[in-house]
Structures are given as structure tokens and as C-alpha cells.
């Protein structure tokens, strides 16, 4: 999930076999579904995204593999149009990356979470180009893997305050049931500081602390939570799939 231009307006991606949708809602009524993917459009099926965040009139998603989707905004929040950009190195050589979260840090930079290899979570820096269709990896940075046999987790969120920059990212522990279905309980938030040189440039992060997310009681059967943002007023934002009694829903909720 991601916020548009204000908190009134919250965009929602999901993914299923019948395409890849952002849901757009207006003072929590659902407006409209866009279309990013479905089946007979002209790309391939993304992976599993669930990575989107928003910056100066356009929504940038990424899609489990080497390309990011640019999605345009109209002046009421509505989505009009997408534009399909390959990863790229700072020599134009394509990555071979899977890309699975995403954050805008502002002034037109957007930190990628990449998948994770070796026990380390990977980032970049990212500009885009909308006219060539290119996301140029400027640099790239990692740190260590702090979530304790919890599952890798999806999307990710930034949070700039007086104390620093931040980067979270959500981990859930998922649970194989006897029928072979997968449930959740549990989820943790882990919270970085964004380490910068002298130059201002993102060089590391260091673990701040974990946000314990359990299931509100034992009457839900599934609480995942699979991303995380933030309103102006800094109060931290997710969305996640839940079952409560039986009954499925997605729900948006937010952190005291």
C-alpha cells in the first residue's frame, strides 16, 4: 500500500491468478482497479509484487523481477496509463535482479529492495527515466538479515524525522498446517537507519529496533501483514491479508 498526494487517497496493489490490480480508495471507498497485469496483455506475469510507492503524480510498483512499473495519476488520484522500465547498471547493462520492494526517499530517488541472498537484505539507489523506460541502479548497499526465522517479508517503507533517514520492511512467520495450506500469526517490522557519507550518499544501514505485529485474538487464522508506509503525520500504515472466523479480508490498519 501506498499513500497518493493525501492521506485520503491510499492506493492498494494485489496480486492473484486474474491479474495484478491496484485498488484506488477515496476516504476508504474503493474508486477504481487498474489493471497492471492480467492475462492476454502483451508482458508476462509478474512474479508476486507487492512492493508500490508513490512520487509526483505517478506510482512505481515493482513486479518480483527485472522491471518496474510507472503508473500515471490524474489530477483526482485516478490511474490512467503504465510505463514498463527495465533495471539497468550505471553502464546500461541490464540487471538480473529481482526486485521486490520499493520506497521513495524524495527529489526523484527510490530505494529497491532486491531478493535476498546470503543471509544479507540488498538495496539500490534508483533514478528513473521515463522517455528511455530505464530504472538506473546508481549504487548499492546491504545489511544484515535481522529477522530471526521469520519469513523474508515484501514491501518496504521510509520514514525521514529529525533523529535520521529509516527504511521498514515487513517479516511474517508463516506456518505450514497439516492440509498443506500456509497461516500466519505473526509479524515483525524491522526498522533500519540509513548510513550517509559525507556526501550525503547512502552508504549502509544499521538496525534500529523490531515492531512486534501479532494477531489481534485467537479468532483469526490468518494475519499477514505484506506492506507498510507511512502518513504525513508519521503514523506508520499496513495492508495484509486476514481471516478472522473464516471469513477472508484485506485489511488496511495502522500502528499506535
Not at 13 to 41: A, C, H, M, N, R
Not at 52 to 63: E, F, K, P
Not at 230 to 251: I, L
Request: glycine letters at 8%; proline letters at 2%.
Amino acid at each position: 500500500m501506498t499513500f497518493g498526494k493525501s492521506e485520503k487517497i491510499i492506493y492498494v496493489l494485489k496480486s492473484s491468478d486474474s491479474g495484478t490490480v491496484i485498488q484506488l480508495f477515496i476516504d476508504k471507498i474503493l474508486k477504481q482497479e487498474y489493471f497492471v497485469w492480467k492475462p492476454g496483455y502483451e508482458i508476462a506475469r509478474p512474479q508476486h509484487p507487492n512492493g508500490i510507492t508513490y512520487y509526483d503524480s505517478y506510482l512505481y510498483v515493482v513486479a518480483g523481477e527485472n522491471r518496474i512499473f510507472l503508473v500515471k495519476l490524474n489530477e483526482d488520484g485516478t490511474m490512467s496509463s503504465r510505463i514498463t522500465c527495465k533495471m539497468i547498471d550505471n553502464n546500461r547493462n541490464t540487471l538480473n535482479k529481482d526486485a521486490v520492494g520499493i520506497a521513495s526517499v524524495g527529489n526523484g530517488s527510490f530505494i529497491v529492495r532486491t531478493r535476498t541472498s546470503g543471509g544479507k537484505y540488498n538495496f539500490g539507489l534508483y533514478k528513473f527515466n521515463k522517455t528511455e523506460k530505464v530504472a538506473r541502479e546508481d549504487h548499492t548497499f546491504y545489511t544484515s538479515d535481522k529477522a530471526d526465522s521469520y519469513d523474508d517479508g515484501q514491501d518496504i517503507g521510509y520514514k525521514k524525522d529529525s533523529s535520521g533517514d529509516y527504511v521498514f520492511f515487513v517479516t511474517s512467520k508463516k506456518i505450514e498446517q497439516s492440509d498443506g495450506t500456509m497461516t500466519c500469526y505473526s509479524n515483525r517490522v524491522l526498522k533500519y537507519k540509513l548510513n550517509k557519507n559525507a556526501s550525503g550518499k547512502y552508504v549502509g544501514l544499521t538496525y534500529s529496533k523490531t515492531i512486534n505485529l501479532d494477531r489481534p485474538s485467537s479468532s483469526y487464522e490468518l494475519f499477514e501483514m505484506q506492506s507498510v508506509d507511512f502518513a504525513s503525520s508519521g503514523r506508520m500504515y499496513f495492508a495484509g491479508n486476514e481471516r478472522e472466523n473464516g471469513k477472508s479480508t484485506d485489511k488496511v490498519r495502522y500502528y499506535y
